[in-house]
């Protein structure tokens, strides 16, 4: 049977829509046994780029410090012939600088909580989350995508 990868890639900008209308990116980065770290999280895609902040004591944080590889997974469909879904293989680059971390947290705080979340009433929050997080940028080195819709249902 001829393979039908080619038929359920994704092109560049399904790509993009795609990252730009899910919410949850499952990220993998390398724990300090060797095995996968994995976790759920929030992220928006700014300059192109996937970002996501994070606690920065976090495991994840501990991870990339160590070795920036990382992967992530972003995945939905209910059915077989409705999934759809984007891994993202490269490395995790952690920003470290205030006014950096603290755009990613608005960036991500408008994508699941709307332009609210940048009032003079919420602001400070952010601002406090900003103090003890940190930035991770997704510098993505390739990416494989699918989406079964494309097959009408033929496998």
Do not use: C
């Amino acid at each position: 049977m001829a393979s039908k990868r080619g038929n359920i890639t994704m092109t560049d900008d399904e790509v993009q829509g795609y990252l730009a209308e899910q919410k949850v990116l499952n990220v993998a980065t390398i724990g300090p046994s060797g095995h996968p770290h994995l976790v759920a999280m929030w992220y928006e895609v700014v300059d192109g780029k996937v970002v996501f902040w994070t606690f920065g004591k976090s495991q994840k944080i501990i991870n990339l410090r160590r070795d920036a590889k990382m992967t992530g997974l972003i995945e939905s469909g209910d059915t077989y012939n409705e999934l759809r879904g984007v891994e993202l293989v490269g490395t995790g680059r952690i920003v470290e600088d205030f006014d950096e971390i603290l755009a990613i947290g608005k960036a991500v705080g408008v994508k699941y909580n709307g332009a609210d979340i940048l009032s003079d009433a919420a602001l400070p929050f952010l601002e406090a989350q900003a103090h003890k997080r940190l930035g991770v940028i997704f510098d993505v080195e390739r990416i494989v995508s699918w989406d079964h819709r494309k097959l009408s249902g033929g496998y």
